[in-house]
């Protein structure tokens, strides 16, 4: 099994900006392509970002120009860098592998929450 551990959540400002990173226990062949997702109060887990191996991303059209994802294979961790935030973009964050690979189980997630 794999565990992750999100961190960098806050409460922030509309318009500011957070750095979210995800730590992973051990590395697999699942995690070749790692995604975040998030969960807004009330609603189902969405797909945000998406980071290859070889560092190509795809980003939701919600998100896309505002957050950057990245990752540093050496250190196991994936980063989501999020700037112009909105009230909408107030979730839980979660990381973990990409759509179409083996889900591990979600770890506990980094609240973000962005006041108007």
């Known amino acids: 099994q794999v565990q992750f551990v999100e961190s960098g959540g806050a409460l922030v400002q509309a318009g500011g900006s957070l750095r979210l990173s995800c730590k992973a226990s051990?590395?697999?062949?699942?995690?070749?392509?790692m995604a975040w997702y998030r969960q807004p109060p009330g609603k189902q887990r969405e797909l945000i970002a998406t980071?290859?191996?070889?560092?190509?991303?795809n980003h939701a059209d919600s998100v896309k120009g505002r957050f950057t994802m990245s990752r540093d294979n050496a250190e196991s961790t994936w980063y989501l860098q999020m700037n112009n935030l909105k009230p909408e973009d107030t979730a839980v964050y979660f990381c973990?592998?990409?759509?179409?690979?083996?889900?591990?189980?979600y770890g506990p997630g980094t609240q973000v929450t962005v006041s108007s």
């Open positions: 051990r590395i697999t062949v699942a995690m070749n392509t």
């Open positions: 973990n592998t990409a759509p179409g690979r083996y889900r591990y189980s």
């Open positions: 980071i290859t191996n070889g560092g190509r991303t």
